[in-house]
Nanobody, 116 residues
Framework: QVQLVESGGGLVQPGGSLTLSCAAS????????MSWYRQAPGKEREFVAR????????NYADSVKGRFTISRDNAKNTVYLQMNSLKPEDTAVYYC?????????WGQGTQVTVSS
């Protein structure tokens, strides 16, 4: 079955950087686009970034454009989210996700807290 395991979250000061990783298994990783979402306390889960199956195309939420970069390594079955110039409003649980046969799968999430 599809398994997605995020890592790399933590506490960072405003203006700092973090890189999240998501290790995938249970499906042919290189065949599918991958996405990152986030959910802040009391808010709905929202889209952050998406990358196509071979990494040619990416798209981002307006709130993170220019600060976050999504990438993937198909040899390692891993997708990354490089986050720079972090702001307190980026505080959330970050999830990686993929859509296979009309079913969206999620990881367990990793907490990112941006605070001084």
């Amino acid at each position: 079955q599809v398994q997605l395991v995020e890592s790399g979250g933590g506490l960072v000061q405003p203006g700092g950087s973090l890189t999240l990783s998501c290790a995938a298994s249970g499906f042919t990783f290189s065949n599918y686009p991958m996405s990152w979402y986030r959910q802040a306390p009391g808010k709905e889960r929202e889209f952050v970034a998406r990358i196509t199956s071979v990494g040619v195309y990416t798209n981002y939420a307006d709130s993170v454009k220019g600060r976050f970069t999504i990438s993937r390594d198909n040899a390692k079955n891993t997708v990354y989210l490089q986050m720079n110039s972090l702001k307190p409003e980026d505080t959330a649980v970050y999830y990686c996700s993929t859509l296979i046969s009309w079913t969206r799968s999620w990881g367990q999430g990793t907490q990112v807290t941006v605070s001084s």
